[in-house]
């Protein structure tokens, strides 16, 4: 027999603004705690130093995940030049220091400009990464170097804010896959004198920005107010719909035969496929309420389909969705 999960079966997208200092796990299950939800995940961990974006998925939002881990990213970090940690943050140890060079607006031009566009970054020892099936930054505590291949990247927006006598305020806009400790290592290397992480905060995941999120303590100061035992409703307030992970994906209405056939995981064709304008790739794929008036105002996410030629259209994955 399966076993129960606790909790409610809550659905859908929290973005929470991450404080510092708490790893992304411990804000997962603390959130997940006071939704009262069965099944969380979030959607790319940020370190403990780091603040900001942390969308966190609810249910059946989990299954696409995928789609947020793979999207861009945008960050405001403080580089600490001179001083070299363990980590390449201010959490490590001190590995040894530097004397910073007189820093002018076109030095540091110079030095950031080999790090814009498309490039190759050998990723941090204290990263997640898996080598044989552990993390890298297990391999990093125990003082074991495990050789790295360089991967691509893409970095779209590397601009200086603000500089002093030893610190560069950034602003990182890069593709999935980037470590800006790693950015931040090769920019003070390139300066000569090495440099960490000393501030780090996410404003963007994918389309999802700092303006949208809630903080911890709005959510704890509502959760205070629930009765004892009890879930405060005006927490769901700031879920959204699973639907919003996937913004830009044409959206297909199904009713009746062939919605109940796509939710059996049959392909089905779309006779007026060129009318919808369907193009071969990935899109959403929507049940009617009424699922014999395909017009019906309020339509109910079902999932992700690919379309392929001539109207036929494949489900990929799928919410748990019940047709009558």
Not at 117 to 145: C, F, W
Not at 171 to 189: A, F, M, P
């Amino acid at each position: 027999m399966a076993r129960r999960r606790k909790g409610r079966p809550l659905d859908g997208v929290l973005l929470l603004d991450k404080p510092q200092g708490m790893t992304s796990n411990f804000a997962l299950q603390k959130v997940r705690r006071l939704f009262g939800a069965q099944k969380a995940g979030h959607t790319g961990s940020l370190d403990p130093l780091a603040t900001g974006v942390l969308p966190i998925c609810f249910g059946e939002a989990t299954k696409y995940s995928q789609y947020l881990l793979d999207a861009d990213k945008g960050y405001y970090t403080t580089a600490t030049l001179g001083d070299i940690r363990t980590t390449g943050d201010s959490e490590g140890e001190q590995v040894t220091t530097h004397p910073v060079p007189v820093l002018s607006e076109s030095s540091i031009a110079s030095a950031l400009e080999p790090f814009k566009g498309d490039i190759n970054q050998v990723p941090s020892m204290y990263s997640a990464l898996k080598h044989k099936g552990r993390p890298l930054y297990e391999y990093a505590r125990k003082g074991i170097t495990i050789e790295r291949p360089a991967r691509p990247i893409t970095i779209f927006r590397l601009e200086l804010e603000a500089y002093r006598e030893a610190e560069l305020d950034l602003t990182v806009e890069c593709s999935k896959g980037t470590y800006i400790r790693s950015l931040v290592e090769d920019i003070g290397n390139q300066l000569g004198c090495g440099g960490h992480v000393s501030m780090l905060r996410r404003f963007k995941a994918g389309h999802f920005t700092l303006n949208e999120s809630v903080t911890m303590d709005m959510l704890d100061a509502l959760a205070e107010k629930s009765e004892e035992g009890m879930i405060n409703p005006e927490l769901d307030q700031y879920i959204r719909p699973t639907e919003c992970l996937l913004p830009n994906t044409p959206k297909i209405c199904l009713n009746n035969e062939l919605a109940r056939s796509i939710l059996l995981g049959q392909a089905v064709r779309i006779p007026d496929a060129k009318i919808l304008d369907l193009k071969v790739g990935m899109a959403s794929v929507y049940i009617a309420s009424d699922l014999n008036d395909e017009n019906a105002p309020q339509d109910t996410f079902a999932g992700v389909v690919e379309v392929l030629e001539n109207g036929l259209i494949q489900p990929k994955r799928l919410v748990n969705f019940n047709v009558e």
